[in-house]
């Protein structure tokens, strides 16, 4: 398979190498962090296998998929010149691993990855830190903190970078704010301890009446035994003093 036909004749320094999205299988002869470099037969040039290459899913060191000397269907996803030197790409993930099937016959995949990689660009030069901003003098009103094309200044007039706050006063809102909570914290647990020595006595108040009522009951039921004990003996007595008499009689009249 190659997208070359019909396109005239390869690019000087790119002949001699596989054809772009031709598969092949090859051999993995160095591991790295980054990918595998795999060298196919035929050829003396080895192709990088990137770890996003490799599968569909993410993959952190190229040991994890692959190993030295294993066989590998690839695919030719790129093939350019850097500095002089001869630069192949493969993919594993575009070819069936166990069949070697093409998985991406259309080259959608291969084709947004090297979008992807044209669109990446490196603007750490270009790159401006805030403080280079606040140190910078704007030429037209003669302030700190902008450029002299951001100035919106009139004539006769000029502007400066507001200062922040002072940091005590700063500290005293904070220092506020927690005596603040302390205060409302102490006056919550006072109300607590409060509502808790109320119902404190009124339980005492409950107990002692209950205290109160059974002792009256008490005192009641014994005086009324006390009493029911005496009319008891006092009939008692009297049952005697009947006895008593009437022996007597008896014995008078047996005289």
């Known amino acids: 398979m190659s997208d070359s036909d019909g396109q005239g004749q390869e690019p000087a320094g790119l002949d001699g190498l596989p054809p772009m999205h031709s598969i092949s299988k090859g051999e993995v002869v160095s591991l790295q962090t980054y990918g595998a470099f795999v060298r196919l037969p035929g050829y003396k040039k080895e192709g990088l296998v990137h770890v996003s290459e490799m599968s569909a899913t993410r993959i952190e060191n190229a040991s994890e998929v692959v190993d030295m000397g294993e066989q590998v269907w690839i695919k030719v996803i790129g093939r350019e010149i850097r500095d002089d030197k001869v630069k192949l790409s493969f993919s594993m993930k575009a070819v069936n691993q166990g069949t070697g099937q093409d998985l991406d016959p259309n080259n959608v995949m291969a084709e947004q990855d090297?979008?992807?990689?044209?669109?990446?660009?490196?603007?750490?030069?270009?790159?401006?830190?805030?403080?280079?901003v606040l140190n910078t003098t704007c030429s037209k009103c003669g302030c700190k903190g902008h450029f002299t094309k951001d100035c919106f200044s009139a004539p006769g007039l000029q502007y400066a970078l507001l200062p922040e706050e002072d940091e005590e006063e700063q500290r005293q809102q904070q220092q506020q704010q927690q005596q603040q909570q302390q205060t409302s914290a102490v006056s919550t647990q006072q109300d607590s301890d409060k509502k808790k020595k109320k119902k404190k006595e009124k339980k005492m108040k409950k107990k002692r009446k209950r205290d109160r009522k059974e002792s009256e009951s008490d005192s009641s039921s014994s005086g009324e035994c006390k009493s029911k004990r005496r009319r008891h003996e006092h009939t008692h007595d009297k049952e005697d003093k009947k006895k008593k008499k009437h022996k007597k009689h008896r014995s008078h009249k047996h005289s």
Do not use: S, V, Y
């Not at 979008?115 to 790159?127: I, M």
């Open 114 to 132: 090297a979008r992807r990689r044209k669109q990446f660009r490196d603007h750490t030069g270009n790159r401006i830190t805030l403080e280079a």
